[in-house]
């Protein structure tokens, strides 16, 4: 490592942008992240260097330590390498790290993420891990490139674990959150090949003006991460409205082809009152067709009305399980049906699509409580559903539930496509409920819209289909796979070569559901 004083400290950030399923398939472009996106700004505004190894795809040990090389060679080698840390994608940064001190010994490896907030010292005592970063991590590695460029001693630096030379750990203090996100400056975009982005071929942005969730859900990180932090009673904090729209405002700016806007913040209507002051000055001042994850139980008519004259043409929300005991037992979330249904009537009523998120294979869930789940959304006629199997983050409060009852198998479970080991709920059963999700949701749909005992005969000889004890549920998850993999190439196909044809016929889709609730 070459000589810092009197220099800025040249970073490398390394973003594992893959999933468990896909990580052997090669895609172009990739996806933005806002965490790296705004360490990248704090450093460059502290005069420090940042680039990114965005990594797309699973990759081989030759294919690694050739890009790797390149990208150190033309930077001549950096001060600190910081990687993204996922859980799932773990133990692929266990293998990354250990190809980057196989050919650079002397450098500097700083983890950080969520994995790193929920477990720090597991990450810690990877071999080759020097530093590990808790929580926010803009200004703990702008001090540590300060010190670095300066000759400082940086192993004191709140939020920073170290492993120092004799093996031991040294855990510094958590620092403080700040509750002003505007001393944040706006995020480097350009760290990204922006106009390559999956999001991008499809003039979508994606923008992310708050941080935290003060809510409790038991399958969430947020609850661990807020308990860090000794003022944590600030956890959850948005830009303010104003910061907000200049934000947007730089992006368009940057890159006038973006159409849409997607918010990917926790919950975006999380305070009413600035979420009503927001939208008002978005109509009026952006007026972008968007889309962002709402929450139930804080929603009025009247926001509903607001949201559809701001531009949201569609939203996101998290109904995780149709059963009210998994809901309010296991997950914590305290919404009734009745809520559900009647938040959802206002989106008809108003013209707004629809997307629901949902969880299938939670601990003690069983096939029919999953088809508890189907009906919900097809009761409040969801426009697109999206399945996920449970995944047990560890830290979280299900993890503990799911390892209690002996529910998590020995050994790596990350590559699992069913996580949980569940008697009750065998992983056939788990992946037919998610292959077939929105077939079935459609199904009911028919047979809610149907008139008396119709409706009733055709529901009851669905819910054999989902239950009966003669479905061939491992033969019709081997055919939904294969069918999978020709839509997804499809889709690929569409959104990478003709992204202009996905987005005519995505527009068209979405007109036709809004001229039917009209």
């Known amino acids: 490592m070459a000589d810092l004083h009197e220099r800025s400290a040249r970073v490398l950030l390394i973003y594992p942008d893959y999933t468990d399923r896909d990580c052997t398939r090669k895609s172009s472009g990739g996806n933005y992240m806002e965490g790296l996106a705004s360490i990248s700004a704090v450093l460059k505004q502290g005069g420090h260097n940042v680039k990114l190894m965005h990594l797309l795809y699973l990759h081989t040990e030759e294919d690694f330590k050739q890009k790797f090389k390149k990208c150190w060679e033309a930077n001549d080698g950096f001060d600190v390498i910081g990687i993204s840390v996922r859980t799932t994608a773990f133990p692929d940064v266990r293998t990354y790290i250990k190809w980057i001190k196989q050919e650079y010994p002397d450098s500097f490896i700083l983890c950080g993420g969520y994995h790193c907030?929920?477990?720090?010292?597991?990450?810690?005592?990877?071999?080759?891990?020097?530093?590990?970063?808790?929580?926010?991590?803009?200004?703990?590695?702008?001090?540590?490139?300060?010190?670095?460029?300066?000759?400082?001693?940086?192993?004191?630096?709140e939020s920073l674990y170290f492993k120092m030379s004799d093996g031991s750990f040294k855990h510094n203090p958590i620092a403080p959150l700040f509750s002003d996100l505007d001393r944040l400056p706006i995020p480097d975009f350009d760290l990204f090949d922006y106009d390559n982005l999956e999001s991008s071929k499809v003039n979508t942005a994606i923008a992310v003006v708050s941080r935290g969730c003060f809510y409790n859900c038991t399958y969430c990180g947020n609850g661990n991460f807020r308990k860090v932090y000794p003022n944590r009673k600030i956890y959850a904090r948005f830009r303010s409205p104003e910061n907000a729209i200049l934000y947007l405002k730089t992006l368009i700016a940057k890159h006038p082809y973006i159409k849409f806007i997607n918010f990917r913040d926790a919950i975006f209507n999380m305070f009413p009152d600035w979420f009503d002051r927001f939208i008002e000055m978005y109509k009026n001042e952006i007026g972008l067709p968007c889309t962002g994850n709402i929450r139930f139980d804080i929603l009025t008519e009247d926001t509903v009305r607001k949201m559809k004259e701001a531009g949201f043409y569609t939203i996101d929300?998290?109904?995780?399980?149709?059963?009210?005991?998994?809901?309010?037992?296991?997950?914590?979330?305290?919404?009734?049906?009745?809520?559900i249904i009647r938040c959802s009537n206002w989106f008809h009523k108003y013209g707004i699509a629809q997307l629901t998120y949902n969880i299938i294979g939670l601990p003690y869930e069983d096939i029919r409580r999953a088809l508890k789940t189907i009906k919900l959304n097809a009761r409040i006629r969801s426009?697109?559903?999206?399945?996920?199997?449970?995944?047990?983050?560890?830290?979280?409060?299900?993890?503990?539930?799911?390892?209690?009852?002996?529910?998590?198998?020995?050994?790596?479970f990350t590559k699992r496509r069913v996580p949980l080991v569940q008697p009750q709920f065998p992983e056939e059963q788990v992946l037919f409920i998610e292959g077939y999700f929105m077939h079935f949701v459609r199904r009911y749909k028919w047979a809610y819209k149907m008139s008396g005992r119709i409706g009733k005969v055709y529901e009851k000889w669905l819910d054999c289909r989902v239950t009966g004890k003669r479905v061939p549920y491992k033969f019709l998850v081997r055919w939904h796979d294969r069918y999978a993999a020709v839509r997804n190439m499809f889709r690929d196909c569409l959104v990478n070569h003709m992204p202009k044809l996905y987005l005519k016929l995505r527009m068209i889709k979405h007109h036709k559901r809004a001229d039917k609730k009209a």
């Open 117 to 157: 907030t929920l477990v720090p010292d597991e990450v810690l005592a990877a071999e080759g891990v020097d530093c590990v970063c808790v929580g926010d991590g803009e200004y703990p590695e702008l001090e540590l490139c300060n010190r670095m460029a300066a000759g400082k001693d940086y192993t004191d630096i």
């Open 317 to 339: 929300m998290g109904l995780e399980s149709g059963d009210p005991e998994m809901r309010f037992k296991y997950l914590r979330r305290y919404q009734t049906d009745e809520m």
């Open 383 to 412: 426009d697109r559903v999206i399945p996920n199997i449970f995944y047990p983050y560890e830290g979280t409060p299900l993890f503990e539930i799911s390892k209690a009852a002996g529910f998590i198998p020995a050994g790596d």
